[in-house]
């Protein structure tokens, strides 16, 4: 796919942030949408929001459990067919080390990854029948580097990036596009609610999710994997491999720096 003009498509987490900034988009790109949401109202006011030729549709559910899952997946597809776009775009960032709660490890396995896991086990059997389908794994530059203040985020980003990765090596010669957003910070309730550390960190370079839709079309026209709405961080990756152990030093000092804000 190079346009999603025409194309069934479903964001989930579309209530708020990216996934409402990419719903719109898509919508007014000539996109069939169907905006998912754990908040219903939420769901119902983007797609009432989406312009464009064809009316989104509101799908409320769970996109991270498994009867979430299905239950999101066969509605979609009662309204578009076949979908031909998936946005695993839902996630949440709980702050902590080691110390995290067990229920906010818990919350950041089954959204960042499960949910993604959940969704593509559903979608590549008619994908990999017809020989086409697009997926979007809304994950992080905290996949690709790592979140200071958060273990959870960092570690369920990282195997979001993982999961991405494994599905793009092994079904793309059989069709498939797999493509993962990694910015760095967005200026959405996400990051709003993050705290002041997250906020000295990402506040200064954080752009608006109008910005990464953006970044995501001019993508899906090139298929490219790794969408970088910050092209900066590119160069980050790429330190990282290359020097990990002066980059450890860096973000060690990055963290003291961050500690001394109390
Ligand atoms: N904001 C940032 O700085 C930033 C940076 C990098 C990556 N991201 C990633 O972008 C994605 C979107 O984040 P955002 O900043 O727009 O956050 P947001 O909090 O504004 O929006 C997230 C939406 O997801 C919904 N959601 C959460 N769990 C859900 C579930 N189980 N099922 C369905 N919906 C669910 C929430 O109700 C909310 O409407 C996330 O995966 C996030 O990790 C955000």
């Known amino acids: 796919m190079r346009s999603v003009a025409g194309a069934g498509v479903v964001v989930t987490g579309g209530g708020s942030g990216i996934g409402a900034a990419l719903s719109r ?6 996109a069939r949408v169907v905006v998912n949401d754990l908040d219903p109202g939420a769901a119902e006011a983007v797609a009432a929001s989406c312009g464009g030729p064809q009316p989104a549709v509101a799908v409320p559910a769970d996109a991270a459990r498994e009867e979430g899952v299905a239950a999101l997946i066969s509605a979609a597809r009662a309204e578009l ?3 031909d776009l998936f946005c695993a775009n839902a996630g949440v960032a ?18 960042n990854v499960m949910a993604h896991v959940r969704a593509a086990r559903l979608l590549l059997g008619p994908w990999l029948d017809r020989g086409s389908g697009h997926l ?4 992080s530059a905290a996949g690709l580097l790592t979140m200071p203040g958060s273990a959870p985020y960092s570690v369920t980003k990282h195997a979001a990036l993982a999961f991405a990765e494994w599905l793009a090596v092994s079904y793309a010669h059989r069709g498939l596009t797999v493509q993962a957003i990694c910015p760095l910070g967005v200026r ?18 954080a752009i608006a999710p109008e910005a990464v839709a953006d970044a995501v079309i001019e993508a899906v026209a090139d298929g490219r994997f790794l969408i970088l709405p910050h092209p900066e961080v590119a160069g980050m990756y790429a330190g990282r491999a290359a020097d990990t152990g002066r ?6 000092r990055v963290q003291q720096r961050l500690e001394q804000l109390g």
């Not at 080390?97 to 919350?107: N, P, Q």
């Not at 979007?136 to 994950?139: G, K, N």
């Not at 996400?190 to 960190?201: K, V, W």
């Open 81 to 83: 067919g076949e979908i």
């Open 25 to 30: 988009r898509f919508a007014a790109e000539g």
């Open 188 to 205: 959405t309730p996400m990051l709003d609610g993050s705290g002041p550390r997250a906020e000295a960190l990402l506040g200064d370079a």
């Open 247 to 252: 980059w450890l030093e860096g973000m060690s």
């Open 136 to 139: 979007i794994c809304t994950v």
């Open 94 to 111: 709980r702050a902590g080390g080691a110390d995290a709660a067990e229920a906010d490890w818990a919350a950041s396995w089954q959204v």
